[in-house]
DNA sequence: GTTTGATGTCGAC
DNA sequence: TCGACCTCAAACG
């Protein structure tokens, strides 16, 4: 369920994690047995993200990539020994741990985690921390022609400092489809996901609905800065929150269909847009 | 105890 | 457009 700031926040725990050495590579389920084999005792040489796309690197006599996409329902929790910063969980269900106030378990003295779950997927384990992986719903070793492959279908991302709006704004202005769709489409943008969408499409003051090639250069540049500020923001504070005031809520349109609007008070919509429930204000956004 | 739904994506009709 | 994927907390009864 997480959106590109999460994954992004996952290369950073993994790279933490590739401080402490090799890793002993296990699959507790079953379902990536020959995968884990293949990873075990080596060591991560680049943890990378694109979009919501995760690439461990590692060091093994062939290079080997571990991709994992995390999809609907994936997730990864950690457990570390003190002193190692890492967030306790990052992924799915919505609950404490990616946040950076939440407590995650710290052991002090002898490191003991405790065993992997039945729907471990994979179980990465460092000398004084461990990482499991749950539900994803990509888990796959690649060779480089394969890693080029998944990066092919994939826009441009904004946490990636290298990329700009160019090719973004350019294949917006040419679709027939509307800009709510073609935000959530990682082939013209890669990391947001239904909450960013959603959030930013107010804070632009565009209609999801809105053809994307009748959105003006200008307001598409506003709106590829404006997903690239608040998801550094969600990338620093590991929670999404879009609101200026986050005291009243995070949010300001998503999930609150039927309440007021925070700025204008007109009633928030609703509607299935590209598969997904897409939260508007009438008012605000035309 | 059962159903629902979630910050996602693909592939079959 | 719809179901499958595969997970689990929250909502519902």
């Given at each position: 369920?997480?959106?590109?700031?999460?994954?992004?926040?996952?290369?950073?725990?993994?790279?933490?994690?590739?401080?402490?050495?090799?890793?002993?590579?296990?699959?507790?389920?079953?379902?990536?047995?020959?995968?884990?084999?293949?990873?075990?005792n080596?060591?991560?040489?680049?943890?990378?993200?694109?979009?919501?796309?995760?690439?461990?690197?590692?060091?093994?006599?062939?290079?080997?990539?571990?991709?994992?996409?995390?999809?609907?329902?994936?997730?990864?929790?950690?457990?570390?020994?003190?002193?190692?910063?890492?967030?306790?969980?990052?992924?799915?269900p919505?609950?404490?741990?990616?946040?950076?106030?939440?407590?995650?378990?710290?052991?002090?003295?002898?490191?003991q985690?405790?065993?992997?779950?039945?729907?471990?997927?994979?179980?990465?384990?460092?000398?004084?921390?461990?990482?499991?992986?749950?539900?994803?719903?990509?888990?796959?070793?690649?060779?480089?022609?394969?890693?080029?492959?998944?990066?092919?279908?994939?826009?441009p991302?904004p946490?990636?400092?290298?990329?700009?709006?160019?090719?973004?704004?350019?294949?917006?202005?040419?679709?027939?489809?509307?800009?709510?769709?073609?935000?959530?489409?990682?082939?013209?943008?890669?990391?947001?996901?239904?909450?960013?969408r959603?959030?930013c499409?107010?804070?632009?003051?565009?209609?999801?609905?809105?053809?994307?090639?009748?959105?003006?250069?200008?307001?598409?540049?506003?709106?590829?800065?404006?997903l690239?500020?608040?998801m550094?923001?969600?990338?620093?504070?590991?929670?999404?929150?879009?609101?200026?005031?986050?005291?009243?809520?995070?949010?300001?349109?998503?999930?609150?269909?039927?309440?007021?609007?925070?700025?204008?008070g007109?009633?928030?919509?609703?509607?299935?847009?590209?598969?997904?429930?897409?939260?508007?204000?009438?008012?605000?956004?035309?």
């Open positions: 369920m997480p959106e590109g700031h999460s994954i992004h926040r996952l290369a950073a725990a993994f790279s933490e994690l590739s401080k402490l050495g090799i890793a002993r590579a296990s699959s507790p389920q079953g379902r990536f047995t020959e995968g884990a084999a293949a990873l075990d080596a060591k991560i040489t680049r943890p990378w993200a694109w979009g919501k796309h995760l690439f461990l690197e590692f060091e093994v006599p062939q290079p080997a990539t571990l991709h994992v996409h995390l999809g609907l329902y994936g997730s990864w929790k950690f457990q570390a020994g003190e002193g190692i910063a890492l967030p306790g969980h990052i992924g799915a919505r609950m404490p741990g990616e946040h950076p106030g939440d407590t995650y378990k710290h052991f002090s003295g002898q490191f985690p405790a065993p992997p779950g039945e729907n471990v997927r994979l179980r990465l384990e460092f000398s004084r921390a461990v990482a499991d992986l749950s539900g994803p719903n990509q888990c796959e070793l690649l060779d480089n022609a394969g890693v080029e492959k998944i990066l092919a279908r994939l826009g991302d946490l990636v400092d290298s990329c700009s709006s160019q090719d973004f704004i350019d294949r917006a202005r040419k679709t027939s489809r509307r800009i709510g769709e073609v935000v959530m489409d990682q082939s013209f943008i890669a990391g947001p996901g239904n909450i960013y959603a959030e499409l107010f804070r632009c003051g565009i209609n999801p609905n809105r053809q994307a090639a009748k959105v003006s250069v200008k307001r598409l540049q506003a709106l590829w800065e404006d690239r500020s608040q550094r923001r969600g990338l620093k504070e590991g929670l999404i929150c879009t609101a200026d005031d986050p005291s009243q809520g995070r949010f300001w349109v998503y999930q609150r269909s039927g309440e007021p609007c925070r700025r204008c007109a009633i928030v919509r609703e509607q299935i847009v590209a598969g997904r429930r897409s939260y508007w204000c009438p008012k605000c956004q035309k």
